[in-house]
């Protein structure tokens, strides 16, 4: 096809888009939505052979544009099928439209007998070659957000219309509107427009607005990490009381080949200890979180570290004499008998064997070795081989000492009987850990403003010290950059108003909490953080924000 036919055509293309709802006839509807399907494909073969990143990346954009307006239609496909009874067309109906043959301009028909398909959801999971349950999905995802079948067979709005204006809307993800959808339906319970009277949102929040109301708010507002993390928290909160709580303990489950499997249930402030140390472990920039990450090497390849012992491990060496039970130094021992044991202890008063394992698990948690807190202080100043050389053996090993911080407002110190506190990691604790927390921690008052700012600040020197850290993290939360999860143990201070090099000082208000990635992102001016409303706040690149808006990262923040 020569080359001034194609312009031509595409001049064409470009003319008939412009017309918003174009007079054709349904025979040639149905051969431009086939021809459309094959000129996307037919451009994505193109794309693919010029090996141009450029054009690779600009046609990536549309595939995922493409790929959510295809989302939204399904659903709506699925609305249209069951209110036009589509499963009720005649059987050789079906086989025409598959064969090209149907003539549209005649007016369909229904069976007067037995359909082929029972329903909506068995005729997508027929016509399309999908699973039965997909389908069934589709078409309860379709009640939700964009119609539902009345009693008497005519379509009326969506359960949630809010949520529909945002499942259409093209600057929020359809898949994210989906599964808050589907979670705030769970909460609410079954719909009963069948039975003539339509389902309407009750779950409130404190302020007396819907959660639909809320959840809306959070889809546009937010990046969709943190809209569906505050969305699952608000319907927590809100959602009415379902089946009790599970028990709390460490249960041991059945053996997967040679690994052991535990289920461990525990309050938020346990959770915070093993979140802290996990994080911890994660961490190659300190001293604890390297040696973690070698033993769980070690473990993983079944190399032990070499002993004294030469080949006995210095775990299984003694120098205690062993007991007479054991019979070492009899050439006959008595095969027959069993050695004397220590009664097992009475359990505890109202205290679990599962619950006693738990604790002792928290137990070894929480005790601390002399030096192990400044094991966790990051090893910024150290050069690639003292890195290295962490990953030896030592002759004293760092331990992971959790580290727990609590975020608590003013007046619920003041008032413990109702009083919540929001950890680092952002769970919620309740009034007992709370009051059990603040008897066994060292309190580290942080005054704050209405708007989050840390109002003291400390010494400068070019290293942000603990204390002064600890309180940009206080106010930041965790990495200013939306999206981002980095706990806080990963989190890193960035002189963010003028740099170190330039004069600035290492206070407070000059530090932003930044995850490592993050970090480096500013240093390369990919990332821009400037100071808004008192607080650092991040620009984006233009090519993801073209209205350059100042952004925070309310991921760790909890949900009001």
């Known amino acids: 096809m020569e080359f001034h036919a194609i312009a031509g055509a595409v001049a064409t293309l470009r003319e008939a888009c412009t017309v918003s709802s174009p007079e054709l006839a349904t025979s040639l509807l149905a051969e431009l939505d ?39 239609e399904q659903l709506r496909c699925a609305a249209a099928a069951e209110l036009s009874a589509a499963h009720a067309l ?5 086989d025409e439209i598959a064969t090209g043959t149907c003539e549209y301009q005649v007016t369909a028909e229904l069976t007067g007998g037995r359909s082929c398909y029972r329903d909506t959801s068995d005729l997508l999971a027929g016509w399309l070659n999908i699973d039965y349950f997909e389908a069934r999905t589709r078409v309860a995802d379709a009640h939700l957000l964009v119609a539902r079948p009345t009693m008497a067979g005519t379509g009326t709005t969506a359960r949630y219309s809010q949520l529909a204006e945002s499942f259409d809307a093209t600057d929020v993800d359809p898949r994210a509107v989906r599964q808050v959808a589907r979670k705030l339906a769970k909460a609410e319970g079954p719909d009963l427009i069948s039975e003539g009277t339509p389902s309407e949102p009750w779950i409130r929040c404190p302020d007396g607005r819907t959660v639909e109301e809320r959840a809306t708010d959070l889809l546009h507002n937010e990046d969709p990490r943190t809209a569906t993390k505050q969305i699952s928290e608000l319907l927590r909160q809100q959602a009415p009381e379902q ?29 915070e200890l093993i979140r ?19 033993q769980r090497t070690d473990l993983a390849t079944g190399h032990e570290p070499e002993t004294a012992d030469g080949d006995t491990p210095a775990w299984l060496s003694t120098d205690q004499p062993a007991p007479e039970w054991a019979g070492v130094n009899d050439p006959s021992p008595n095969l027959g008998t069993t050695p004397a044991t220590a009664p097992e202890p009475a359990p505890e008063s109202g205290v679990t064997v599962a619950e006693r394992r738990l ?15 400044e094991a966790n202080e990051p090893t910024e ?30 007046e619920d110190l003041t008032n413990l009987a109702d009083g919540r506190g ?51 993290i206080a106010r930041d939360r965790g990495c200013i950059v939306p999206g981002c999860t980095a706990p806080v143990e990963h989190l890193e201070a960035h002189h963010y108003k003028k740099s170190w090099k330039d004069g600035g000082h290492t206070t407070v208000s000059n530090g932003c909490a930044l995850c490592s990635a993050h970090h480096h992102a500013v240093h390369a001016g990919h ?34």
């Open 381 to 410: 100043l150290a050069t690639v081989p003292e890195l290295a050389a962490l990953s030896e053996p030592s002759a004293t090993p760092r331990r992971i000492a959790p580290e727990v911080i609590v975020h608590i407002n003013l």
């Open 90 to 94: 005649p059987p050789e109906t079906y």
């Open 276 to 294: 802290s140390a996990m994080a911890q472990a994660d961490n190659p920039r300190t001293q604890a979180g390297a040696e973690a990450r070698r």
């Open 34 to 72: 086939e021809l459309a399907l094959t000129l996307v494909q037919q451009c994505a073969t193109a794309v693919q052979s010029r090996e141009d990143p450029r054009l690779l990346l600009a046609h990536a954009k549309r595939t995922e544009e493409l790929y959510r307006r295809s989302i939204r």
């Open 243 to 271: 089946q009790s709580d599970p028990e709390l303990g460490l249960f041991a489950r059945p053996t997967r080949g040679a690994v052991h499997v535990f289920t461990l249930h525990t309050t938020a402030a346990g959770a």
């Open 422 to 472: 929001i950890t680092a990691h952002g769970l919620t604790v309740g009034p007992t850990d709370l009051r059990q927390m603040l008897c066994e921690a060292e309190v580290v008052p942080m005054v704050l403003n209405g708007r989050g700012q840390v109002l003291d600040v400390g010494r400068a020197q070019r290293l942000f010290p603990p204390p002064i850290k600890k309180a940009i």
């Open 527 to 560: 990332l821009q953080v400037i100071e808004h409303a008192g607080l650092p706040h991040v620009l984006l690149p233009a090519h993801q924000d073209p209205l350059q808006i100042p952004r925070r990262n309310n991921y760790w923040r909890q949900v009001a």
């Open 359 to 373: 604790n002792a698990v928290l137990d070894k948690l929480g005790a601390v070795l002399p030096g192990a807190r």
